[in-house]
């Protein structure tokens, strides 16, 4: 079966960091672009990150300057750096594997990440 396991989730203080990895199973990892995403209580979830299988990236603006994707395709292995933590950024955070040409895509369980003081 197919699986993306997120992991590094964690409370921490504003200002903070954090990385958040996620692993992948039994799929071709390198021919899918990759993408971080997180949801809030009470919110839609949102894209916050993604990676292509060239490597590049994208990001919502209110993370640019802050946040950081990168993979490891030997690995199977995409990551999200979080510097300047913000209480705002508290939510869920999921990992999602995408080929459109495919037309296949799967999501991890998701991360806990939670920004208080």
């Known amino acids: 079966q197919v699986q993306l396991v997120e992991s590094g989730g964690a409370s921490v203080q504003p200002g903070g960091s954090l990385r958040l990895s996620c692993a992948a199973s039994r799929i071709p990892f390198a021919v899918y672009d990759m993408g971080w995403y997180r949801q809030a209580p009470g919110k839609q979830r949102e894209l916050v990150a993604t990676?292509?299988?060239?490597?590049?990236?994208n990001y919502v603006a209110s993370v640019k300057g802050r946040f950081t994707i990168s993979r490891d395709n030997a690995k199977n292995m995409v990551f999200l750096q979080l510097n300047s933590l913000k209480p705002e950024d508290t939510a869920v955070y999921y990992c999602?594997?995408?080929?459109?040409?495919?037309?296949?895509?799967?999501w991890g369980q998701g991360t806990q990440v939670t920004v208080s003081s």
């Open positions: 990676i292509t299988t060239t490597g590049s990236t």
């Open positions: 999602k594997a995408e080929n459109a040409r495919l037309g296949t895509n799967y």
